[in-house]
T-cell receptor, first 108, second 113 residues
Framework: GDQVEQSPSALSLHEGTGSALRCNFT?????VQWFRKNSRGSLINLFYLASGTKENGRLKSAFDSKERYSTLHIRDAQLEDSGTYFCAADTGGYKVVFGSGTRLLVSP | DPKIIQKPKYLVAVTGSEKILICEQYLGHNAMYWYRQSAKKPLEFMFSYSYQKLMDNQTASSRFQPQSSKKNHLDLQITALKPDDSATYFC????????????FGSGTRLTVL
């Protein structure tokens, strides 16, 4: 069954504002990764977390394996942040399972 | 320069034919993967390989066969193509197969008529 539930499916932000994306997991995951799909359709890795939080510029991610969720916070959103964001969870086997994506649109 | 090269970028095939999707990575990674994304569906795991050995296969059909001639190559042969096989196929790699950051190619968009 579905192991990764990502929300929201779509998000609109004005420049300078912020919000959070969330992934809930139906089982305990070993690690989580967050990706953004760029204009070429390539998936760019934003974060890899086995626990705790990481921050990179205006992005911050958190992962709680016990509570089975991960978040990606975007602050001071810019136009170039628009795109589709995916979380992906390491199930502990030899595969990584993806969420269905959040389509973010940042407008002036 | 892209470090994971997928060829071709676009591919059109007729039902019943056979195609090979090419993937090469120049990251020095030991693990490689194939994923598929059909319209309006999440990225779906297909295969994982480590040191050219199959580690996991979540593809129901034997029509999908990975081929690894070198450690940095993992091609995907698809036989007896069906319209439902139409999707974008992504190759990925990581340093090792467990709990590692994934790096993706730009995908091959396959359309089966």
């Amino acid at each position: 069954g579905d192991q990764v539930e990502q929300s929201p499916s779509a998000l609109s932000l004005h420049e300078g504002t912020g919000s959070a994306l969330r992934c809930n997991f139906t089982t305990t995951m070993r690690a989580v990764q967050w990706f953004r799909k760029n204009s070429r359709g390539s998936l760019i890795n934003l974060f890899y977390l086995a626990s705790g939080t990481k921050e990179n510029g205006r992005l911050k991610s958190a992962f709680d394996s016990k509570e089975r969720y991960s978040t990606l916070h975007i602050r001071d959103a810019q136009l170039e942040d628009s795109g589709t964001y995916f979380c992906a969870a390491d199930t502990g086997g030899y595969k990584v399972v993806f969420g269905s994506g959040t389509r973010l649109l940042v407008s002036p | 320069d892209p470090k994971i090269i997928q060829k071709p970028k676009y591919l059109v095939a007729v039902t019943g034919s056979e195609k090979i999707l090419i993937c090469e990575q120049y990251l020095g990674h030991n693990a490689m993967y194939w994923y598929r994304q059909s319209a309006k569906k999440p990225l779906e795991f297909m295969f994982s390989y480590s040191y050219q050995k199959l580690m996991d296969n979540q593809t129901a059909s034997s029509r999908f066969q990975p081929q690894s001639s070198k450690k940095n190559h993992l091609d995907l042969q698809i036989t007896a193509l069906k319209p439902d096989d139409s999707a974008t196929y992504f190759c990925a790699s990581s340093q090792d197969v467990r709990a590692e950051t994934l790096y993706f190619g730009s995908g091959t968009r396959l359309t089966v008529l």
